[in-house]
């Protein structure tokens, strides 16, 4: 019994990982979305973007059987993924006069106004709800069988583990949100990293969607694997990386013209 305990404490701690990835990017989203408001707005929409994702998170909690089995509800989290990260860095990257692209595109949504951005906030807040619940659900799933009743459609230990996490991801979000508004502020050019990742979210919900059961494109054990995981999280780490390295840092980057 007491080697059940431990496996179910070992595979918190990485599903608290976990979590932290996938809150970050959540986070990441929220700052991106609102910084081109003026600043007290910005902290407003960013505040509201975090009680969001604490509502659908907890609410998905809730409904993780049908979000599990629902494929519809999956691919609408992809598509949207998908479609707010290529947009953007199909514009910036490939279209014409780049720099008057992005100016135009920041007066457009400068002209979106306060409630339009956090409803953006939101549809993006509920896609990653979608995938941090079908993380969680795969990794706990995993976990044998505990001494504890049922609850929420699976084993009450497994349930605790996966709402443990999500807490904890809920928590990340807070202070990651915060952190990333600063960190755009040096690093500009790192919004087209950001939405990048983005649309590697909706590759994977994608995925996801893609295996199963009631679609059967790809294998249903395929987007849970070693394989797919270790593809997955090293693509991630680099966009994040080349981002990085290719924003440079404003504050540098001005220094370095005027000398």
Known sequence: ??????EYAW???ILIGLEGLLSADNALVIAVMAKHLPEEQKKSAINYGIII?????FGALFAISFIANVWQVQAIGALYLLYLGLKHVIKTRFGKENEKIHKDDEKATAGKGFWPTVGKIALADLAFAIDSILAAVALALG???S???????MDGGQFIVVVL?????LVLIKYAATWFVKLLEKRPALETTAYAIVAWVGVKLAMITLAHEDIGILDHDFPHSTAWT????GVLVSIALIGWFASGNKKEKSGNNQL
């Not at 019994?1 to 431990?6: F, V």
């Not at 996490?165 to 991801?169: L, Q, R, S």
Request: glycine residues 16%; hydrophobic residues 55%; proline residues 6%.
């Open 143 to 145: 976990l044998p069988n």
């Open 11 to 13: 595979t918190l701690l």
């Open 165 to 169: 996490g999500g807490i904890a991801g």
């Open 230 to 233: 270790l593809i997955f999280y």
């Open 53 to 57: 994702a604490f509502a659908f998170r």
């Open 1 to 6: 019994m007491d080697s059940i305990w431990l």
């Open 147 to 153: 001494p504890l009743n049922n609850f929420g459609g």
